[in-house]
């Protein structure tokens, strides 16, 4: 089992910045991929990002690519979503999630086996 937490959502301006942070506890956090999924009113779970076991690779959605960057620390079982140059569109509720995987380019959220809670993003225009 691997219990993840978000934080750092919150109401920013368009064209403003956030940090989320995603504390995991449980199993070696480092035998995961992490990825960044969000969910707006009324749409599908949607694909932000992902980030490999070492942190040395990432994939990015197209629509996030060159604003977002994700980081993780595995002494510190974090992971990490800057988003810069928000975007009204980018509001929603944001979602850590972990899986074991041969890619570290998982887009499919079935294919995730743990999740956070998540947390509001709301970029006001």
């Known amino acids: 089992q691997v219990q993840l937490v978000e934080s750092g959502g919150g109401l920013v301006q368009a064209g403003g910045s956030l940090r989320l942070s995603c504390a995991a506890s449980?199993?070696?956090?480092?035998?995961?991929?992490m990825g960044w999924f969000r969910q707006a009113p009324g749409k599908e779970r949607e694909f932000v990002g992902t980030?490999?076991?070492?942190?040395?690779?990432?994939y990015y959605a197209d629509s996030v690519k060159g604003r977002f960057t994700i980081s993780r620390d595995n002494a510190k079982n974090t992971v990490a979503l800057q988003m810069n140059s928000l975007k009204p569109e980018d509001t929603a509720v944001y979602y850590c999630?972990?899986?074991?995987?041969?890619?570290?380019?998982?887009?499919?959220?079935?294919?995730?086996?743990?999740w956070g809670q998540g947390t509001q993003v709301t970029v006001s225009s």
């Open positions: 999630a972990a899986e074991t995987s041969f890619s570290y380019r998982e887009t499919d959220p079935r294919e995730y086996d743990y």
């Open positions: 449980g199993r070696t956090f480092s035998n995961y991929i």
């Open positions: 980030i490999s076991w070492s942190g040395g690779r990432t």
